[in-house]
């Protein structure tokens, strides 16, 4: 049965992971591996996500700082699970979001794939959102194809959370096609604010939010936000939602806010973006289930399971899929369709013009 290696490195910038799936007629998880990214790789990825001198000389520095950080994390995951490279059929390599500006045709990730592919002696597909974006679409998200083909259930109306840097939902309702959007920021403003006031890359299980007052005048400023009432196709990244955003709207406010109020009300922030968007886009939803580093925010979850009740909320591990890995895994399956020629854009999701082949193959 083929094997194929998925790379995600997400949003939040925290790290690369990376699996090894066995693609049968459901993909099965053999191993996983995570790297956390080198401060410096990190700042100058951070860097790159706005404007700035010397962009084009800076992107192709830091896609090399990454995909030799790739090429290693590659060579640990084969040998934890004792296969060789000549083993693996593709690597499915997501790269580095560097710009999503899908209003104006772009979207820009970064991470050589032929260096991939040297380094590693194994074939690379990459470059996934490019072809849905030249066909009209957001080019995000890209993972409701594969929650369909995992999760779909026959009778159930289910939903699936990924709560990343930006959350996004897939809804699955029998007979219907699948429907998909990003919600607005997961964990990216949250991880943003601890890190201006704390120093902390994340704010642990949401205690630090736990301490704080939500505050309303705060709140309501935040969802004035064209992004959350708009209807999909839509999706966002770090070009709009940033710590200047953040700062911009505390600054309209009459009065200074305690920095764990402004935590506590980042975290309602992700929670009623969510159930908003869920509850107006699919009230029927009986099953939802969370994946992606948000899984572990305790305090967002219990948030999550009041404003959503009386669905229920569970992490993907229910449906056997460990939350951490569903992304890489989602990208290790786009190789394989790929390579197969199954079109894995969902014009549903997208808005592109139809079904497309997504990915660019460099062969090993
Ligand atoms: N124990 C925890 N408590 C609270 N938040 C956590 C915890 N562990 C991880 N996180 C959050 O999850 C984030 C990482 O999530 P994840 O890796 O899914 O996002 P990502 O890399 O942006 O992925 P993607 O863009 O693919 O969705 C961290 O930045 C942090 O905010
Ligand atoms: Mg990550």
Redesign the pocket.
């Known amino acids: 049965m083929p094997l194929y290696a998925g790379v ?8 690369i ?1 990376l699996v090894l799936v066995e693609q049968t007629t459901e993909p099965r998880l053999l191993e996983t591996h995570y790297l956390p990214m080198p401060e410096p790789l990190r700042q100058s990825l951070l860097a790159l996500c706005s404007s700035g001198p010397d962009e084009i000389v800076r992107s192709a520095l830091a896609e090399q700082h990454w995909v030799r950080l790739a090429a290693q994390g590659i060579q640990e995951l084969l040998e934890k699970a004792q296969r060789p490279a000549s083993s693996i059929r593709a690597i499915g390599s ?1 790269g580095q979001t560097i710009r999503h500006m899908p209003q104006e045709g772009f979207s820009v990730q970064i991470g050589n794939p032929a260096l991939l592919a040297e380094l590693t002696g194994i074939s690379v597909v990459a470059d996934f959102r490019r072809r849905d974006l030249a066909a009209g679409g957001e080019g995000a998200p890209l993972v409701p194809a594969f929650h369909e083909a995992l999760f779909a259930h026959p009778s159930r109306v289910r939903a699936l959370l ?5 959350s ?1 939902v897939s809804l699955l309702t029998p007979q219907q096609a699948v429907q998909g959007f990003d919600c607005g920021p ?3 403003l ?2 943003l604010w601890i890190c201006h006031q704390k120093g902390l ?6 205690a630090w939010a736990a301490t704080g007052r939500v505050r309303p005048e705060l709140l309501t400023q935040l969802l004035s936000d064209d992004f959350f009432a708009a209807t999909g196709p839509k999706s966002t990244g770090r070009e709009r939602f940033n710590l200047t955003w953040l700062k911009d709207h505390l600054a309209v406010l009459p009065h200074s806010l305690p920095a764990e109020d402004v935590q506590a009300t980042l975290l309602e922030l992700t929670a009623r973006s969510i159930s908003d968007a869920l509850t107006r886009t699919q009230p029927q939803a009986e099953d939802i289930f969370v ?4 899984a ?3 305090k ?1 979850l219990e948030r999550l399971q009041q404003l959503l009740a009386p669905s229920t909320l569970q992490t993907t591990a229910a449906l056997g899929v460990d939350p ?1 890995w569903m ?1 890489a895994m989602a990208f290790a399956w786009l190789a394989h369709c790929c390579l197969e020629g199954i079109p894995a854009n969902r014009p549903s999701v997208t808005g592109a013009l139809g079904l497309r082949i997504l990915g660019a193959i460099y062969p090993a």
């Open positions: 995600m490195s997400g949003t939040s910038l925290d790290g992971d997501h990924n709560i990343g840097g930006f996004n997961g964990n990216v949250m991880d890359s994340y704010d642990a299980h949401g994946c992606g580093g948000g572990h925010n305790t967002l951490d992304e």
